[in-house]
């Protein structure tokens, strides 16, 4: 299959995953992989004879699922603002934006089978989101009311490096949640604990079946 192009990687999202509610925000539906569906049986060594890199815009993860599920409870975060879902992956925070009323989101992803991801998720839930493949680490936030991010913290350089950049739009005055599992590389020092959830995930993703997570904000 031609994955080179954005129609190419729309069919193979829609060969290899399924329309699924989303566990913890079962309102929001998503193209996800799971036991069932062909890219879950996929090493990581078939996917690079393939030519892709890992899907992680095929799995609703933890943190993302917590920060969506508490975006859509406290819609007044988002509502009426311009908003960046930071790392995106399949869009997920991105909808539950939009869902709550934002007036624009922009989802942010260095990885361009989010594009497809997102504009297909956009689709099933009948809402419009923006993308950007552009690496935003690069340079200061862009303009916004409010940055989100999700499962930002797998590795030690990455998670300083966006916490920086967070902090950086906080201090230009966005508002920023962030939602966390418990990564090894969260940074807890210096942020508000909004909430906590109990967060039903896999266990070929994550070490339980249920994964404590919570959302976080910069004060």
């Not at 989101?129 to 916004?144: K, S």
């Not at 930002?152 to 490096?161: L, N, V, W």
Request: net charge negative; proline share 7%; hydrophobic share 50%.
């Amino acid at each position: 299959m031609i994955v080179q192009t954005l129609e190419g990687r729309r069919a193979f999202i829609a060969d290899n995953t399924r329309l699924l509610p989303t566990p913890h925000a079962p309102e929001l539906l998503l193209h996800l992989a799971d036991e069932i569906t062909p890219i879950w049986k996929l090493t990581e060594e078939a996917l690079e004879e393939i030519g892709l890199p890992p899907p992680f815009w095929a799995f609703a993860w933890a943190g993302g699922q917590a920060l969506a599920r508490y975006v859509l409870d406290h819609p007044e975060i988002v509502r009426g603002k311009h908003v960046i879902d930071f790392a995106t992956g399949s869009g997920i925070v991105a909808v539950a934006a939009m869902k709550a009323g934002a007036a624009s989101v922009l989802a942010a992803d260095i990885d361009v089978f989010c594009e497809a991801a997102v504009a297909m998720n956009a689709q099933a839930n009948g809402v419009e989101i923006g993308f950007t493949d552009v690496n935003l680490l690069d340079a200061p936030p862009p303009a916004a009311d409010v940055l989100l991010a999700g499962d930002i913290c797998y590795e030690g350089p990455m998670a300083k490096a966006v916490m920086a950049w967070l902090a950086q739009g906080r201090a230009a005055g966005a508002a920023v949640l962030v939602g966390d599992p418990g990564r090894t590389y969260f940074p807890k020092e210096g942020l508000v604990k909004l909430a906590e959830y109990q967060v039903p995930t896999t266990r070929e993703l994550e070490d339980l079946a249920v994964k404590r997570t919570s959302v976080w904000t910069l004060p």
